[in-house]
């Protein structure tokens, strides 16, 4: 099994801060998702996993390890990072058929992998005649070629038909059931929410949440709670651990904990209650909440 950890991983570009002090470990086994507003620093983290960029502070090992020092990197990580980021001459089989002669992969590899992405029938096509979605498929398949324990992609959806996005998802819930480690970063909530097991999640350089999808949805959702007693049943439910605000008119609105154990501290109390009504968030709502005062560039009305 092999894991991606970062130790107080930081990079600046002058006095700018692109990545503020990083620390986690990105667990094989599942897809972990990688989200932030634009400018958090997820492109800049990833390729400073993969010894794109050198650190200014800190370390970021793979398996116990930097991945230039690697022995044999394709078949350890495979990433999609730019899917662009292909000679435009070059037919699909060739790309995938250079990488193989510079990893030492069989030639028989590279069949493989474009029939795994749906691309055998064009293999023979030059990459600049390509579409997007296309060239995803492409990168897909180069990051898959050495049939590595981690795989990191950047936006692996852009450009990708309905048919495409749930080949993608599936491929990567795959991979992560394999015991591959899986690290996405994606702008689409709706996806992420079908796809990650876990989330990361950075504003402004700076780690905001390292949590699992279930409990991020749910710790960030809220319950509403009305009671004959809101003070003492307030004090109580702090003392539980939940986060207790106003609501504008009059209830409470309780985080940290689920319905039931609201209902048995109220119980314990002698409070009694006349609504506990959850109010659940979408991943989108919760990540929009979560990361608010995270945003770079924000948008205004006209």
């Not at 009694?272 to 109010?279: G, I």
Request: hydrophobic residues 45%; contains cysteine; aromatic residues 4%.
């Amino acid at each position: 099994m092999t894991a991606i950890e970062l130790k107080g991983l930081t990079k600046r570009y002058g006095t700018r801060t692109a990545v503020d002090g990083l620390t986690l470990t990105i667990e094989p086994g599942r897809v972990t998702g990688f989200l932030g507003p634009n400018g958090a620093g997820k492109s800049t983290t990833m390729r400073m996993i993969l010894g794109l960029d050198r650190p200014s502070a800190g370390t970021v090992t793979i398996g116990g390890h930097r991945y230039g020092d690697a022995p044999d990197p394709m078949r350890q990580v495979g990433a999609l990072l730019d899917a662009r980021a292909v000679h435009g001459s070059r037919t699909a089989r060739d790309h995938l058929l250079w990488l193989a002669h510079a990893g030492a992969i069989p030639e028989s590899r590279v069949d493989e992998v474009l029939r795994l992405v749906g691309l055998e029938s064009v293999a023979r096509g030059r990459a600049r005649t390509f579409s997007l979605g296309m060239s995803q498929r492409l990168g897909i398949a180069a990051a898959l070629l050495g049939d590595p324990e981690v795989l990191l992609f950047d936006e692996p959806v852009n450009g990708l038909d309905p048919e495409g996005v749930k080949w993608i998802r599936e491929l990567m819930r795959g991979l992560a059931a394999q015991g591959c480690t899986v690290l996405v970063s994606s702008h689409l909530m709706s996806e992420m929410a079908l796809t990650a097991d876990h989330l990361v999640i950075i504003g402004r350089g700076r780690l905001i949440a390292d949590v699992g999808m279930r409990e991020f949805v749910r710790d960030t959702s809220g319950v509403l709670v009305r009671a004959d007693d809101r003070d003492l049943l307030a004090g109580r439910l702090a003392g539980a651990g939940g986060g207790v605000t106003d609501d504008p008119d009059g209830a409470l609105v309780v985080t940290g904990l689920e319905a039931r154990e609201i209902g048995r501290v109220a119980m314990e109390a002698g409070v009694v209650l006349s609504e506990l009504t959850p109010q659940r968030l979408s991943l989108e709502e919760a990540y929009m909440e979560l990361t608010r005062e995270s945003v770079e560039f924000e948008a205004v009305a006209a």
